[in-house]
């Protein structure tokens, strides 16, 4: 069994900044990608920002210069900075990891349960 906790999220104002957090948990053998990703009703879910194991970062291009990924590989958890935060951010935010389970599991993508980020006046 995985998983995922997430938290950090809340209600901010335009200009404000959040910190979100995951923290992968139970079998864990290694980690691949770490990611967040966002979804507002009616919409797809969409890709926000990733890391992998080297390192290598990936962030959608509405928040390039704004937000800022990074993980905790002991701790096997990443966070998403918010800078800078505007009302078109607003949305649940759901953290992805890919990740074997055990040394004979292929990788597998697992998720969070969703944290909202409301950026409001």
């Known amino acids: 069994q995985v998983q995922l906790v997430e938290s950090g999220g809340g209600l901010v104002q335009p200009g404000g900044s959040l910190r979100l957090s995951c923290a992968a948990s139970g079998s864990v053998f290694s980690i691949n990608a770490m990611g967040w990703y966002r979804q507002t009703p009616g919409k797809e879910r969409e890709l926000v920002a990733s890391?992998?194991?080297?390192?290598?970062?990936n962030y959608a291009d509405s928040v390039k210069g704004r937000f800022a990924i990074s993980r905790d590989n002991a701790k096997n958890t990443v966070y998403l900075q918010l800078n800078s935060l505007r009302p078109e951010d607003t949305a649940t935010y759901y953290c992805?990891?890919?990740?074997?389970?055990?040394?004979?599991?292929?990788?597998?993508?697992?998720w969070g349960q969703g944290t909202q980020v409301t950026v409001s006046s």
């Open positions: 890391i992998r194991s080297t390192g290598t970062t």
């Open positions: 992805n990891v890919e990740l074997m389970p055990t040394i004979m599991s292929l990788p597998r993508r697992y």
